[in-house]
């Protein structure tokens, strides 16, 4: 080939010297073969195992023609919407067609059609009906099981089942899709697939029964039961919540049986085999320094603004143990922190500091947080009992290491990389894990801040950061003292809160405090985002039921677009257009007699 990239052609394939394909990778995004973009790591590492792979970037879905660019493929169609949801990707809270794309070229919209994972499935099947199809990627995972659609105001089917796939990778997927790829080309059928860690298959037809009831089978409520009965979805989600951990997956009595969580659909089942254990650092270091070339495809011609924005990043971990109710990162990348080595690390920043075009920024250094790197449970078999789903919340699990030393030593090691003028710290810092370590917030304030520092208390209603399972907004105080005392810039305040407003559990009296306390402190938050039920998620559960799953405790769930702008209104009370609104709430509520319950 003329270049080193995945080819996107079928004259890059010829230009490779093959005589076809292996692995066909469908996907909603433009191809970026850089390692933050799903396709090019699942990509890259089936071709590190000595598959062929191609690249098929947002197909035209109209009809099947696409999809049968390169033939027919060896061993299967991968198939992923892409780095976002395709629904959230394309429309707002307020259900609104949102004007561009960030992972197409130019920033261009109605690049991939809505539940881009169930069409292109489908296609995928029509295109050669033999040919096995393999869903990935988050929107597969977050709609594995039954779920609530937003934009759609419904409880949908098991995404598997609609987009008639063979098998379902959820997580981030590497080692499922090399070991399915393995069997398939040793002449396994993939439909006796049914024991590959973090996989789902589907049940169907006649000749299909369902594992039977056991200590290592979990049957959720069925389909049925979670369309029609509130108490049920929220039983579901607080089960699937439970045992998304590898540890907690498997039960007390047999610590190495994968669990099986088993949900039907009338006649129909699918059957989610349990999480795989977390890859080690040696894996992780191999996985990030396969030979990307950090670039989009040279077919493009126009910015793709999601690779503009991380281009000179690096991911220095994966997971979140934090179980914020409104995050899907625990039920997609999981809770057990997953770190690469400080050497690792490095060399990816000489690599990007020695690469043309480079202005000397890092941009940032983290994953999803920006300070659990080398984080983890100290005793492994007690992580294996639990069943909480935050390590944070309500408290700091003693159980847990907190320890910053390893994430300092490496922001130091960062910062006498030659040609690297700047490492700054984008990701969210967990502030109550940071709270532990006053050296580590010295040392983000005093060298790695662009700026201001973006961290997220979301709220400040004790009611609401509950639900949330955030810790209260004493935390952030305290962040802010400590980070504006080191901090070098002593202007303007240095700390920006990013807010989320219409979070369930939140009335005109929670978006009133809100209101106050941001005036009150003088925050003018420009970051506030309107709550997005995203599938699978505690708070969409709450959203879609009105239920706490884990408390049983009815909440009120703000649902009309009227109140939504209002709850936005009073967060961004700054705004020219928005103060007279403000103004006129804030004194009906100071009118309220003390005591006295606030309606919506």
């Given at each position: 080939m003329k270049h080193n990239y995945l080819p996107m052609t079928p004259d890059e394939v010829r230009d490779a010297g093959w005589d076809g394909v292996d692995v066909v990778l469908v996907t909603g995004d433009a191809y970026v073969d850089h390692p933050s973009f799903g396709a090019a790591v699942i990509g890259r590492t089936l071709q590190k195992q000595g598959y062929t792979v191609a690249i098929l970037s947002q197909p035209d879905w109209r009809s099947c023609e696409d999809f049968r660019t390169f033939g027919k493929p060896r061993l299967f169609?991968?198939?992923?919407?892409?780095?976002?949801?395709?629904?959230?990707?394309?429309?707002?809270?307020?259900?609104?067609?949102?004007?561009?794309?960030?992972?197409?070229?130019?920033?261009?919209?109605?690049?991939?059609?809505?539940?881009?994972?169930?069409?292109?499935?489908?296609?995928?099947?029509?295109?050669?009906?033999?040919?096995?199809?393999?869903?990935?990627?988050?929107?597969?995972?977050?709609?594995?099981?039954?779920?609530?659609?937003?934009?759609?105001?419904?409880?949908?089917?098991?995404?598997?089942?609609?987009?008639?796939?063979?098998?379902?990778?959820?997580?981030?997927?590497?080692?499922?899709?090399?070991?399915?790829?393995?069997?398939?080309s040793g002449g396994e059928d993939i439909r006796a697939m049914r024991d590959i860690p973090g996989t789902m298959y589907p049940l169907a037809g006649s000749g299909a029964s369902p594992p039977s009831p056991g200590p290592n089978v979990l049957y959720l409520p069925a389909f049925e039961e979670v369309k029609s009965d509130p108490e049920m979805f929220s039983l579901a989600t607080k089960l699937i919540i439970e045992k998304a951990a590898p540890y907690g997956a498997a039960s007390t009595a047999s610590a190495t049986a994968p669990r099986l969580l088993v949900q039907t659909h009338g006649k129909k089942a699918v059957v989610q085999v349990g999480p795989p254990p977390p890859l080690t650092t040696g894996q992780m270091d191999a996985l990030y320094e396969l030979?990307?070339?950090?670039?989009?495809?040279?077919?493009?011609?126009?910015?793709?603004?999601?690779?503009?924005?991380?281009?000179?990043?690096?991911?220095?971990?994966?997971?979140?143990?934090?179980?914020?109710?409104f995050c899907a990162i625990a039920l997609h990348q999981g809770r057990d922190i997953q770190s690469r080595s400080p050497s690792s690390i490095v060399r990816e920043m000489e690599r990007i500091a020695s690469s043309k075009g480079f202005d000397g920024t890092i941009t940032d250094v983290g994953g999803p947080t920006a300070n659990m790197y080398m984080m983890g449970g100290r005793d492994r078999l007690r992580c294996a009992?639990?069943?909480?789903?935050?390590?944070?919340?309500?408290?700091?699990?003693?159980?847990?290491?907190?320890?910053?030393?390893?994430?300092?030593?490496?922001?130091?090691?960062?910062?006498?990389?030659?040609?690297?003028?700047?490492?700054?710290?984008?990701?969210?810092?967990?502030?109550?894990?940071?709270?532990?370590?006053?050296?580590?917030?010295?040392?983000?304030?005093?060298?790695?801040?662009?700026?201001?520092?973006?961290?997220?208390?979301?709220?400040?209603?004790?009611?609401?950061?509950?639900?949330?399972?955030?810790?209260?907004?004493?935390?952030?105080?305290?962040?802010?003292?400590?980070?504006?005392?080191?901090?070098?810039?002593?202007?303007?305040?240095?700390?920006?809160?990013?807010?989320?407003?219409?979070?369930?559990?939140?009335?005109?009296?929670?978006?009133?405090?809100?209101?106050?306390?941001?005036?009150?402190?003088?925050?003018?938050?420009?970051?506030?985002?309107?709550?997005?039920?995203?599938?699978?998620t505690v708070s969409t559960s709450m959203y879609r039921t009105g239920i706490d799953p884990f408390s049983g405790k009815r909440i009120y769930v703000p649902r009309g677009e009227r109140e939504k702008r209002l709850f936005r209104k009073l967060a961004q009370y700054f705004k020219p257009e928005n103060r007279h609104t403000v103004a006129r709430v804030l004194a009906e509520r100071g009118r309220n007699k003390r005591g006295k319950k606030d309606t919506p």
């Open positions: 169609f991968g198939i992923t919407s892409g780095n976002m949801d395709s629904m959230i990707n394309k429309y707002t809270a307020l259900r609104k067609v949102r004007n561009d794309d960030a992972y197409s070229e130019g920033g261009e919209p109605f690049r991939r059609p809505d539940r881009a994972a169930i069409v292109y499935g489908c296609r995928a099947r029509e295109a050669f009906k033999d040919v096995p199809v393999v869903m990935g990627g988050i929107e597969s995972s977050l709609r594995r099981f039954a779920h609530y659609d937003y934009w759609s105001d419904e409880i949908r089917r098991s995404v598997l089942l609609d987009a008639k796939a063979d098998l379902l990778v959820y997580g981030m997927g590497e080692r499922q899709a090399v070991e399915i790829a393995r069997r398939l030979p990307y070339t950090r670039k989009p495809h040279p077919r493009y011609v126009r910015p793709i603004p999601a690779f503009t924005m991380i281009r000179n990043s690096v991911t220095a971990m994966r997971g979140c143990f934090g179980g914020c109710s009992r639990c069943t909480r789903p935050s390590c944070l919340y309500p408290a700091v699990c003693p159980n847990l290491n907190t320890d910053h030393g390893p994430l300092i030593r490496l922001l130091r090691r960062a910062r006498r990389v030659r040609g690297v003028k700047h490492v700054f710290v984008s990701s969210g810092i967990r502030m109550d894990l940071a709270l532990r370590s006053p050296e580590y917030i010295e040392e983000v304030a005093r060298h790695h801040t662009g700026g201001r520092m973006k961290v997220a208390p979301e709220h400040v209603s004790e009611r609401v950061l509950n639900l949330m399972k955030k810790p209260g907004i004493e935390v952030f105080e305290r962040f802010v003292r400590l980070f504006e005392k080191f901090s070098p810039d002593k202007g303007d305040r240095s700390v920006v809160p990013y807010i989320i407003t219409s979070h369930p559990g939140t009335t005109i009296t929670e978006a009133a405090e809100l209101s106050r306390y941001l005036q009150k402190n003088g925050y003018r938050p420009r970051e506030v985002q309107d709550f997005i039920p995203s599938p699978m």
